[in-house]
């Protein structure tokens, strides 16, 4: 449905690139790009759920950044690869704004995600001798719970201030998606009020997780430092290697997208930048975790071997 006092039922997405000669090999570079996305997230979801030793508070939380890698991929990825080969690539007000929502619901909920696999790191390595009590199930689902109460708040904000926008005549969203600074553009109105509701909830939803992950990491190098033995420092850092890593990718490419007013930062330039969180970290993320994890590469070859044992008989 169209915005209240709007004309526009109907929007336009101008993709990635103008250049036709461009659209097929970009069509099946993606397709691959979201093939080892479901690969790899579906993957590591399956030796997860199906194996004891992952069922860990730790795997946990891994498990529930696969599953939302893996929407929040599904979210933008095949509407992008239906634009490289759709005369003219239209989008309903209406589907529109419910890619809208649940990308902010991933997006968000990821971030806090990420913060809470951070405090489960730090209990681990500063507090191992009250590591299971302080991470219970109980206490898991809990944050969990907050994780998806904070990306579902979030969604609700920014849906409700982008409907509430007026769209006149010009329907070309100078995107591959509908994100929200490109429709604040196509607005007749001032948007002035929503560009701050933006830049404050995304201070909140990226500023709060990255003050989170900050103090975890420091009391956690804080406690590596007191480790006498280079075996156990080693180990501790290859436990936070692989979150760091992802911590890093996630982050950086967010805050450069939307904590810079689009004066600042180009459209143009903030679309190929958004290829990076939405499409690049939901590939890798399994991928990292899989290629720099001891406990999933041990548990991959077990369930591999059993597998040829099971097809030999």
């Not at 404050?200 to 590596?224: C, E, K, N, Q, R």
């Not at 805050?255 to 007013?261: G, I, S």
Request: proline share 4%; with cysteine.
């Amino acid at each position: 449905m169209a915005a209240e006092n709007s004309s526009v039922t109907e929007f336009i997405l101008a993709g990635l690139t103008d250049q036709p000669g461009l659209w097929i090999p970009l069509f099946f570079l993606f397709l691959g790009f979201y093939m080892v996305t479901l690969l790899g997230n579906l993957g590591l979801i399956t030796l997860i759920g199906l194996n004891a030793r992952l069922h860990t508070p730790m795997y946990f939380f891994l498990f529930n950044l696969s599953l939302v890698d893996f929407c929040y991929s599904t979210t933008i990825t095949p509407r992008m690869l239906k634009g490289f080969v759709s005369k003219k690539n239209i989008i309903l007000h209406g589907e529109c704004m419910t890619q809208l929502f649940f990308f902010c619901f991933f997006v968000i909920s990821e971030s806090f995600l990420l913060s809470a696999m951070a405090y489960d790191r730090y209990v681990a390595i500063c507090k191992p001798l009250v590591y299971t009590a302080t991470m219970s199930p109980q206490v898991c689902l809990f944050l969990l719970l907050g994780v998806y109460v904070m990306g579902f708040s979030g969604a609700i904000v920014h849906i409700g201030s982008v409907a509430s926008l007026t769209f006149c005549a010009d329907n070309l969203v100078n995107h591959f998606m509908c994100d929200i600074f490109p429709l604040l553009e196509l607005s007749c109105n001032s948007t002035y009020v929503h560009e701050l509701v933006v830049f404050v909830l995304v201070a909140i939803d990226i500023g709060m997780p990255i003050v989170t992950i900050f103090i975890s990491y420091a009391l956690i190098l804080h406690s590596i430092l007191h480790i006498h033995s280079t075996e156990g420092r080693s180990k501790a850092f290859s436990t936070c290697s692989s979150h760091i890593i992802v911590v890093s990718l996630f982050f950086g490419s967010g805050a450069f997208v939307y904590l810079k007013p689009p004066s600042i930062l180009p459209l143009n330039q903030g679309k190929v930048s958004s290829l990076f969180y939405t499409i690049v970290v939901p590939m890798l993320n399994p991928l990292i975790y899989s290629l720099r994890n001891k406990d999933v590469k041990f548990t991959l070859r077990k369930t591999l071997e059993r597998k040829n044992i099971f097809l030999r008989k």
